[in-house]
C-alpha cells in the first residue's frame, strides 16, 4: 500500500515553469514505476509522462516532450515533474500515480497505475 500526495500547482502565465512533487509513503516506493497523468474540464485523464521503477527509462506524451521532465528522488521518496515553457493547453489537474505490480514497464494508460494521488491544479494564463 502507498499514498500519494502531489503539490506545487499554481496559477502562471504562458512561457512559465512550475514543478510539481509527489511524496510516497512507504518503505516500497523504489519498486513501483512513477507517472504523472492529467484531467482538463470535460476531457479524459491523459497521459503526461512516467518512469520505470529504477529509474532507467522515461516516457512522454508527445504534447510534453522537450518541455517536461520527470525525475525521481529515492531518498525522499519523491517523484517530480518539471514543467517548462508552459502553455494554455496544459491547464489541468495532475495527478501522481504508481504501479506496483508491472514496475518495468512504466506504462501509458490509466489502467496501468494501481495507486493515485489526489490531484494538483495547474492553470496557464495566455
Known amino acids: 500500500q502507498v499514498q500519494l500526495v502531489e503539490s506545487g500547482g499554481g496559477l502562471v502565465q504562458a512561457g512559465a515553469s512550475l514543478r510539481l512533487s509527489c511524496a510516497a509513503s512507504?518503505?516500497?516506493?523504489?519498486?513501483?514505476?512513477m507517472s504523472w497523468f492529467r484531467q482538463a474540464p470535460g476531457k479524459e485523464r491523459e497521459f503526461v509522462a512516467a518512469t520505470t521503477w529504477n529509474g532507467g527509462s522515461t516516457y512522454y506524451a508527445d504534447s510534453v516532450k522537450g518541455r517536461f521532465t520527470i525525475s525521481r528522488d529515492f531518498a525522499k521518496n519523491t517523484v517530480y515533474l518539471q514543467m517548462n515553457s508552459l502553455k494554455p493547453e496544459d491547464t489541468a489537474v495532475y495527478y501522481c500515480?504508481?504501479?506496483?505490480?508491472?514496475?518495468?514497464?512504466?506504462?501509458?494508460?490509466?489502467?496501468?497505475?494501481?495507486?493515485w494521488g489526489q490531484g494538483t491544479q495547474v492553470t496557464v494564463s495566455s
Open positions: 512507504g518503505r516500497t516506493f523504489s519498486t513501483y514505476a
Open positions: 500515480a504508481a504501479d506496483s505490480r508491472s514496475p518495468w514497464v512504466a506504462g501509458q494508460n490509466v489502467w496501468d497505475y494501481n495507486y
